[in-house]
């Protein structure tokens, strides 16, 4: 059975950093490509970055580049996403999600919070 469980999630000043992790388990880890996403209340979800399965090639939206980083660890079956800078519009539910290269995202976490205070 296929798990993903995200933390580290929480309130945080503007300007502040975050790092998110995503414990993936019941999947090999270099064989899926992996994404970190978002939502806000009232939002469509956005694809914030995405990393394939051979860690070769991440792609990062523009509307946090420069500021997140996507990474993982193979041998820890775990992504990262590493927020800098952030601000209040970054206030949203971040989710990662797993995707069996060439398909949709069919495996998804529960989800953690982040607030971002003006």
């Known amino acids: 059975q296929v798990q993903l469980v995200e933390s580290g999630g929480g309130l945080v000043q503007a300007g502040g950093s975050l790092r998110l992790s995503c414990a993936a388990s019941?999947?090999?880890?270099?064989?899926?490509?992996m994404g970190w996403f978002r939502q806000a209340p009232g939002k469509e979800r956005e694809t914030l970055a995405t990393?394939?399965?051979?860690?070769?090639?991440?792609y990062t939206a523009d509307s946090v580049k420069g500021r997140f980083t996507i990474s993982r660890d193979t041998a820890k079956n775990t992504m990262y996403l590493q927020m800098n800078s952030l601000k209040p519009e970054d206030t949203a539910v971040y989710y990662c999600?797993?995707?069996?290269?060439?398909?949709?995202?069919?495996?998804w976490g529960q989800g953690t919070q982040v607030t971002v205070s003006s």
């Open positions: 019941g999947l090999t880890f270099s064989s899926y490509t």
């Open positions: 990393i394939i399965w051979s860690g070769r090639n991440t």
């Open positions: 999600a797993a995707a069996t290269p060439g398909k949709r995202y069919e495996y």
